[in-house]
Every structure is written in structure tokens, then in C-alpha cells.
């Protein structure tokens, strides 16, 4: 189990996210800025602009997606 912060896949929180793959992370921030959007806050609708984004236009977001796969590669 690996853990990454809603930060560092692009969001303004610091929460903690865990998954045994980086699909699972990136699933898990997509649940967490839907959520945090419909409860109002603000401060995560430009990352949930940008998540949205990357569903409609997924050649575009290969580059993040395959960042955020080193990235959780790299962890320990």
C-alpha cells in the first residue's frame, strides 16, 4: 500500500490518499475532488476542472498520467 497527497496529483489539500496501484490513488482523487467540489469547496474546482479535462481528453493527460505512474513508482 502506497500513499500520495491530494497535492501532489495536482490538488490544494494535503489529504492522504492510499492505493496498491497508482490507478487506485488517481481513482481515489478523483472520488476526493467530486466530493469536495459537491460539499463546496472552492478551492478544489480547478483541480476537478482539470481531472474532468483529462476523462474527456485522454491523449492529452497521457503525460500526467504517466508522471503520476513514476511518481508513485518511486515511492517506497
Keep these: 500500500m ?3 497527497t491530494c497535492r501532489q496529483l495536482g490538488g490544494p ?3 492522504a ?4 496501484t497508482a490507478d487506485e490513488i488517481i481513482k ?3 472520488r476526493h475532488l467530486r466530493d469536495s467540489v459537491r ?5 478544489h474546482q480547478p483541480a476537478h476542472e482539470a481531472m474532468k479535462s483529462r476523462w474527456r481528453h485522454p ?5 500526467w498520467y504517466r508522471d503520476t505512474k513514476k511518481a508513485f513508482a ?3
Excluded: F, H, V
Excluded at 39 to 43: M, T, Y
Excluded at 59 to 63: H, L, Q, T
Design 2 to 4: 502506497k500513499t500520495m
Design 13 to 15: 489539500c494535503d489529504l
Design 17 to 20: 490518499l492510499e492505493g496498491q
Design 28 to 30: 481515489a482523487q478523483d
Design 39 to 43: 460539499a463546496g469547496d472552492e478551492s
Design 59 to 63: 491523449r492529452k493527460a497521457m503525460g
Design 74 to 76: 518511486d515511492l517506497p
